[in-house]
């Protein structure tokens, strides 16, 4: 930590300063200031501590995710033949809905094409019904 920073967690006046200010206006806040000047110094400590132990949880959840992946075995043939059944399974109907998809995609394309082509239809013969004499305004 920088020693020369005006707010470190030390008795310095401007801490002093902002501790009573904090009592003054709300006491909640010229306690924690209090705090702040007692306990600062293991903050940075506790901060570190706290990052390790999340990162050391979270990397066993990627260490075990990993684990019961498709390649992992379990020791025991018949569930492990049934459990690659059943991915197959349920990889082959996702890529079923994948092609459903792709294909009501297509679908709504050509609806909007041909509501679009019927509506520009519609114009050309409505312009083409009115005549030449008519102009529309220019913005």
């Known amino acids: 930590m920088n020693q020369s920073a005006l ?9 002093i300063a ?9 006491w909640p806040l010229g ?3 209090l705090a ?8 940075r400590d506790f901060k570190r501590t706290a990052n390790e132990r999340a990162d050391g949880m979270f990397s066993s959840f990627r260490r075990s995710s990993r684990r019961y992946g498709p390649s992992y075995s379990t020791g025991n043939v018949a569930f492990d033949d049934w459990r690659k059944a059943e991915m197959d399974r349920i990889e082959e109907q ?12 297509s679908y709504l394309r050509e609806l909007r094409r041909a509501k679009d082509q019927e509506e520009f ?3 050309m013969r409505e312009r083409s019904n009115r005549g030449p004499e008519t102009h529309y305004p220019t913005v």
């Open 7 to 15: 707010i470190r967690p030390d008795w310095t006046p401007a801490t």
């Open 18 to 26: 902002l501790m009573v200010l904090g009592f003054v206006i709300f």
């Open 31 to 33: 306690l924690a200031m």
């Open 36 to 43: 702040y000047i007692l306990f600062g110094e293991r903050l």
């Open 94 to 105: 996702r890529r079923k809905l994948d092609e459903m998809r792709d294909e009501f995609d």
């Open 121 to 123: 239809d519609r114009f």
